[in-house]
């Protein structure tokens, strides 16, 4: 069954900090993986897509691993700002079918604290 | 920014009563896509459209229905609205390519049935 299972479900830092977010999948076959950032009562913006060959990419203070062969991403968040504080939320996408099918987590949801 | 919008962005409205969530996107994607997301959840993909006077259901049942008669517009429909339909409904759409597709959300609509 395709999953993807995120952690941890909540997580609360001081501005200023850096964290990591937890995503395992198992979907398959893989197409890629993308990094959402929801803030609350808004529709996902996406932050960063990795492709199998890609290992880590980077968009300003938030970086992204992928590891295609344990079938891990992290999310790295460095120097936090108030404004970080959302749902993060980790999709998978297939190659299995013309509809490249979207499996979500159910998110990570990171307060920042001042 | 994603050109991609949803109307109305909140809605609170009696039982029985006929509702339509309307979403428009000025894109020209051609796959379009409704997701609904209660509070805390993941998203679950509850319609999607290949394109023109294509429709399919997703993994999630849903007494909605939805029309794609118009490339750029997907309404989605509740003959008879519950309080059990009370949830965010959030309207995607995305290209038809391969791997690095990105689905692009909108707002969403909070919808409260009461």
């Known amino acids: 069954k395709n999953q993807v299972e995120q952690s941890p479900q909540s997580l609360i830092i001081l501005e200023g900090k850096n964290c990591t977010l937890q995503?395992?999948?198992?979907?398959?076959?893989?197409?890629?993986l993308r990094w959402y950032k929801q803030d609350t009562g808004r529709g996902p913006v996406s932050l960063t897509i990795?492709?199998?060959?890609?290992n880590t990419k980077s968009n300003g203070r938030y970086t992204a691993t992928l590891d295609a062969d344990t079938k891990q991403s992290s999310l790295h968040i460095t120097a936090s700002q108030l404004s970080d504080s959302a749902s993060y939320i980790c999709?998978?996408?297939?190659?299995?079918?013309?509809?490249?099918?979207?499996?979500f987590g159910r998110g990570t949801q990171l307060t920042v604290w001042p | 920014e994603a050109d991609i919008y949803q109307t109305p962005r909140y809605l609170v409205i009696g039982t029985g009563k006929k509702i339509t969530l309307e979403c428009s996107q000025t894109?020209?994607?051609?796959?379009m896509y409704w997701y609904q997301q209660d509070p805390g959840m993941e998203l679950h993909l509850i319609h999607y459209?290949?394109?023109?006077?294509?429709?399919e259901k997703g993994d999630l049942s849903s007494e909605s229905t939805v029309s794609r008669i118009r490339t750029e517009h997907f309404p989605l429909t509740l003959e008879s609205a519950r309080p059990s339909h009370t949830s965010q409904y959030l309207c995607?759409?995305?290209?038809?390519?391969?791997?690095?597709?990105?689905?692009?959300f909108g707002q969403g609509t909070r919808l409260t049935v009461v």
């Open positions: 995607a759409s995305s290209e038809s390519r391969g791997a690095g597709t990105e689905a692009f």
């Open positions: 995503c395992n999948y198992t979907v398959s076959p893989f197409s890629n």
């Open positions: 990795m492709t199998f060959s890609e």
């Open positions: 999709v998978v996408s297939d190659r299995g079918s013309t509809l490249g099918r979207l499996y």
């Open positions: 894109m020209g994607h051609d796959k």
């Open positions: 459209s290949y394109g023109v006077n294509s429709t």
